[in-house]
């Protein structure tokens, strides 16, 4: 079981908003940013978002990140066929002192 | 252009060891942190442990499953990390990601990942 609790599956299709949460807590979530990564089938998890709502350079304005208490979500705008991928959340745990991750969002654009 | 190349992943029998390389390039590697992450399978994502930095004294933490078995060092002279795994067993069985750690505001996150190194543990 992970920490970071996500659905396991997402989906919608072309053009329409999807949201994926990650829920944590005190510890977590609570203590710390969240980060959110894409991995595309075969591939290695390339950072999507990063302290909570930070878009590198190169990713698209259509994803956007948030964070409330406990709590993240991640938003994907104006879906895309090319967006079907597993999504991740992450964060450090203070009990843990590790790193943590949710279960992983497998996101189908149907 | 920021480059994290593993190597070293293979077969290896239930109790064996292993040791898997990082090799980093297109940034000071000396002032990253290197955290390891593994992916069984059709699996999801789990943090193995990381290294600190020389001014963070090298600082190590491991994820409870690994601690005692696994151990991550790092010569930065050869911008590489390295993770030793030890008394292997099949639940190790998983791709193996380095990642460089950057650090903004008081946050930290993995920009940069590795292609992956499969090890593979089985009799």
């Known amino acids: 079981q992970s920490v970071l609790t996500q659905p396991p599956s997402a989906s919608g299709t072309p053009g329409q908003r999807v949201t994926i949460s990650c829920s944590g807590s005190s510890s977590n979530i609570g203590s710390n940013a969240v980060d959110w990564y894409q991995q595309l089938p075969g591939t290695a998890p390339k950072l999507l978002i990063y302290v909570n709502n930070q878009r590198p350079s190169g990713v698209p304005d259509r994803f956007s990140g948030s964070k409330s208490g406990t709590s993240a979500s991640l938003a994907i705008s104006g879906l895309q066929s090319e967006d079907e991928a597993d999504y991740y959340c992450?964060?450090?745990?203070?009990?843990?002192?590790?790193?943590?991750f949710g279960g992983g969002t497998k996101l189908t654009v149907l | 252009e920021v480059q994290l190349v593993e190597s070293g992943g293979g077969l290896v029998q239930p109790g064996g060891s292993l040791k898997l390389s990082c090799a980093a390039s297109g940034f000071t590697f000396s002032g990253s942190a290197i955290h390891w992450v593994r992916q069984p399978s059709g699996k999801g994502l789990e943090w193995v442990g990381r290294?600190?930095?020389?001014?963070?004294?090298?600082?190590?933490e491991y994820a409870a499953s690994v601690k005692g078995r696994f151990t991550i060092s790092r010569d930065d002279s050869k911008s590489t990390a390295y993770l030793q795994m030890n008394s292997l067993k099949t639940e190790d069985t998983a791709v193996y990601y380095c990642?460089?750690?950057?650090?903004?505001?008081?946050?930290?996150?993995?920009?940069?990942w590795g292609q992956g190194a499969l090890v593979t543990v089985s009799s």
């Open positions: 990642s460089r750690r950057t650090c903004s505001g008081g946050s930290c996150f993995s920009d940069y």
């Open positions: 992450a964060t450090w745990d203070e009990s843990l002192n590790g790193l943590v």
């Open positions: 290294i600190r930095t020389k001014a963070n004294t090298y600082a190590t």
